[in-house]
């Protein structure tokens, strides 16, 4: 993951170009934090698909991504993985190795496949 000076620095060097300007608008809103959450709730929902398509009363391909999305906003798993995600970075958002580390907790203990496991 890049730092978001070094994302802020880069995008802003490209804001000679229409493709610059697009990123530089979006760059206003893509910290550290969010864009490690984007991250941490893709690979949970990724993760929970691979489990629901393991499953024998799997659902259809098509309907494996938004049932993760609904189990995501329905287990509350946003919430909280909000709140880890907002205190890994606090705490380690100059060590993007220990960074990495905490990111890599939160998907862990955040898997919803567990619900069902246990």
Excluded: W
């Excluded at 990724?46 to 995501?72: G, H, M, R, S, W």
């Excluded at 946003?78 to 907002?86: P, Y």
């Amino acid at each position: 993951m890049l730092p978001a000076p070094f994302l802020k620095g880069h995008i802003q060097s490209q804001s000679n170009n229409a493709i610059g300007d697009k990123l530089n608008i979006l760059s206003q809103d893509a910290t550290t934090q969010s864009i490690a959450e984007h991250g941490v709730r893709c690979l949970l929902i990724f993760e929970y698909c691979y489990f629901l398509l393991q499953n024998e009363k799997c659902p259809t391909e098509q309907d494996v991504i938004p049932l993760a999305i609904k189990e995501y906003k329905g287990f509350n798993v946003a919430a909280t993985v909000h709140q880890a995600v907002e205190t890994a970075v606090q705490q380690h958002d100059q060590d993007v190795d220990e960074l990495c580390q905490a990111l890599l907790q939160v998907v862990l203990q955040n898997r919803m496949s567990h619900r069902f496991l246990t």
